[in-house]
């Protein structure tokens, strides 16, 4: 009897334990800005909405700091986070991975957003009210043909199921970091109190005091 219960408790750990296994990525997540130096002395992550106004206005500072302090001494590294409530935010997301595969490095997930917080009215909740799946790809494909991605290249990457993982494993990986708004903040691995209301100036403060 006491063997028996054993084996249950050990099956039920087991089954516990597979339920709560995440997706292993095949390498570390996250878009890392202009090829910086995994050895810099500082990382920022930071973890964006795809569709999120206010991680649209963070985007370009974060850039700006990563330039400021160059490849070398400051590794930016940018997650996303595609909040539900942004209706297109996942399919947004997605194609971040497709844009990363088919641009090759000349075109990269930084053009791509760029594209779309400066296109943010026409993929709002509002906006895409009365929209299929198929025509928000569509409208996807639109931004990617911009960049130089080729439409069919794009429409065949959006049915990827590989790159639907990746773009789980990502979102699941934000929540490890218990990520719940965005954009949230990391320096060297510790939360940041930081918003979007952060100039590279307010950046500035915090980091030149670990250089
Ligand atoms: C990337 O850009 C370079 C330089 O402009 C070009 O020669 C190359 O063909 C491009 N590669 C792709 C895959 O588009
Ligand atoms: C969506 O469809 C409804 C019902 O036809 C219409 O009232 C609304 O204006 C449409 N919205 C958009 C953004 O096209």
Partial sequence: ???FEMKAVL???FLSLSACQLIIPKRKLGYVYNGANSDALIHLDVHLGPLC???????????QVAEHYGKDNLKLT????PLPYHQQAFLTAIGAHVVEKFGNGNVTVYD???TIYSHLDVLS????ANMTTHDVISLLSNFASSLGIPTNDFLTGMQSRELDR?????????????VASTPTFFLNDIPIA????????DWKRVIDPLL
């Fill in 11 to 13: 099956v039920f750990c």
């Fill in 166 to 178: 990746m773009t789980r494993a990502a979102w699941k990986y934000s929540c490890t970091r218990s």
């Fill in 112 to 114: 791509w957003f760029e």
């Fill in 78 to 81: 940018v997650h996303m986070f």
């Fill in 194 to 201: 930081a918003d979007q209301t952060w100039t590279w100036i």
């Fill in 53 to 63: 106004p206010d991680s649209g206005v963070t985007f370009p500072v974060v850039k």
């Fill in 1 to 3: 009897m006491r063997e």
């Fill in 125 to 128: 909740n509002a906006a895409t």
